[in-house]
């Protein structure tokens, strides 16, 4: 009879690996885990989309910040919430409706954010959102932007005409303003990319200018600096590597780039999810280092994009990334502590930890989190889904497992 390997909670401080392997290896099937994913992401998703449908978003979603916060808190933190809830769950509702549980709550979910992207541009709305003021909103505008890149037919083109025209409006203001000179490159290059996917009138140095200090500031072995001086933090795999991919592609679709840049890009990528990958630790958690940790399953992104993409290395199988990914969800999302009272999220990493959190971070920030489940957008006969469980390679490799030797790359 095969191993199954269960992935679970395991609570005990410093717990040997035999006991934590013992409880690794029982049957869960990947159909149980994806209905942990939804659950999941529709606990985190909902305060924000269904608030926003009704127009209730400024009302009651709460205003945490941390004790160094330094921005103007209502002129952000609204348009944070909804750009990055978004950019998590496009790909999911980007499926065709179905008669299941899980196709009746997507199909709700979809319904309620379209309702509330009219809302969030609407200037007569209690939840009108500011584009306008501010340097924040150019991050959070390339949430929304790269929400509608990864799934136009399910949340752009059922938009009505004013609607689009709204936000056409808004994502050209933000031209008003420039940005920190770093990662916020790519989110001017991403917006202004969605205008020219739309074939409207976009601005093709901003775009150019991100895509070629990217290149700049390449260092090697899938890591890109996140500006002149390298950061050690989880920003390439939160903003880089998924932004510039899907930027590229569309300026490979529409003849503006080449397609070896797009390649590249690709196979950098590749790279880095392996790094992601090996960074999941055999009780299923993995490090809290560098900026923006509040981030939370945000961190895995780009591992999550490239198995989307069906781009995994060949040692790297679909269910062990599901399985090591479902391990650390369990570990943040099976209690509450990471909730307050209402189901929105709190400031901190894996419970209310508002020290650590950046002068830039409030509630609507916490909503990256939504950007680790991407893998929802795989249906669920898709074999990320249905083969059986499989250990991850920080579980192989402190199990005596055989494990493929890492290496750098030159690309």
Not at 145 to 157: D, S, V, Y
């Amino acid at each position: 009879m095969k191993m199954i390997f269960k992935i679970t909670l395991i609570v005990a401080f410093g717990l040997g690996l035999n006991q934590a392997e013992a409880q690794l290896k029982k049957n869960v099937t990947g159909q149980q885990d994806r209905a942990f994913w939804v659950k999941t992401l529709n606990r985190i998703a909902y305060p924000v989309v269904h608030n926003l449908a009704n127009e209730t978003l400024k009302k009651n979603m709460p205003l945490e910040k941390g004790p160094k916060y330094g921005l103007n808190l209502t002129k952000v933190t609204y348009l944070e919430a909804l750009g990055r809830t978004m950019a998590g769950l496009a790909p999911w509702l980007a499926l065709p409706d179905d008669d299941t549980a899980e196709g009746k709550l997507r199909k709700t979910m979809r319904s309620e954010l379209l309702k509330g992207l009219a809302n969030s541009v609407n200037p007569t709305s209690p939840d009108y959102m500011n584009y306008r003021t501010e340097s924040q909103p150019i991050v959070d505008a390339a949430y929304v932007a790269h929400a509608f890149i990864r799934a136009p037919k399910a949340l752009w083109e059922p938009l009505d005409g004013v609607t689009k025209k709204r936000f056409i409006e808004e994502f050209k203001a933000l031209r008003s303003r420039t940005g920190a000179y770093n990662n916020w490159l790519l989110f001017s290059g991403l917006t202004e990319g969605f205008l020219l996917s739309i074939d409207e009138a976009y601005d093709p140095a901003r775009v150019m200018f991100s895509i070629n200090k990217m290149k700049e500031w390449y260092v090697g072995d899938s890591w890109y600096s996140d500006g002149a001086k390298f950061s050690m933090d989880y920003y390439n795999s939160y903003v880089i590597h998924p932004m510039l991919v899907d930027l590229l592609k569309v300026l490979v679709e529409k003849k503006k780039a080449s397609q070896a840049d797009y390649d590249l890009a690709v196979q950098r990528m590749v790279r880095h999810s392996e790094f992601l990958e090996r960074m999941i630790s055999p009780e299923g958690t993995y490090p809290a280092f560098g900026r923006s940790i509040t981030y939370r399953m945000g961190a895995f992104q780009a591992l999550a994009q490239t198995a989307l993409m069906e781009k995994l290395p060949e040692h790297v199988k679909p269910a062990q990334v599901r399985c090591g990914l479902t391990a650390v969800m369990h570990n943040m999302f099976d209690g509450n502590q990471n909730f307050d009272d209402k189901g929105w999220l709190v400031l901190g990493f894996n419970g209310h930890q508002p020290e650590i959190a950046d002068y830039y971070t409030s509630t609507g920030s916490l909503y990256l989190t939504s950007l680790g489940f991407l893998n929802l957008g795989m249906p669920a006969d898709h074999k990320f889904w249905t083969d059986e469980p499989a250990p991850w390679t920080g579980l192989k490799a402190w199990t005596g497992e055989p494990v493929k030797k890492d290496y750098k790359v030159d690309y």
